[in-house]
């Protein structure tokens, strides 16, 4: 079994910052790609930056220039650092991995979530 546990969440007033992280555990094999998405109220999941296995990074236009993901494939760990926080950017924060277990035989690729972070920037 694979999970994905998240922290970092909170309050925050505009314009300060806030790191996510988020932890992959158990049987293992490989995590290809590993990112963020949010869910705001009453609007869709959207993507907000993943990064892949070679570290190549993929922002959302909303996102980039103040947010920064990355991860210590050591630590099986992805984190997002986000700064110069909006009020638009209060959302559930989901952690997202495609990742290749180790067992059973053939290794089988699934895409897993986390619970979720809530992350609140108000004005």
């Known amino acids: 079994q694979v999970q994905l546990v998240e922290s970092g969440g909170g309050l925050v007033q505009a314009g300060g910052s806030l790191r996510l992280s988020c932890a992959a555990s158990?049987?293992?094999?490989?995590?290809?790609?590993i990112g963020w998405y949010r869910q705001a109220p009453g609007k869709q999941r959207e993507l907000v930056a993943v990064i892949t296995s070679g570290g190549s990074t993929n922002y959302a236009a909303s996102v980039k220039g103040r947010f920064t993901i990355s991860r210590d494939n050591a630590k099986n760990t992805v984190y997002l650092q986000m700064n110069s926080l909006k009020p638009e950017d209060t959302a559930v924060y989901y952690c997202?991995?495609?990742?290749?277990?180790?067992?059973?035989?053939?290794?089988?690729?699934?895409?897993?979530w986390g619970q979720g972070t809530q992350v609140t920037v108000s004005s």
């Open positions: 997202n991995a495609d990742i290749t277990a180790r067992l059973p035989h053939p290794r089988p690729r699934d895409d897993y």
């Open positions: 158990g049987s293992i094999f490989a995590i290809n790609a």
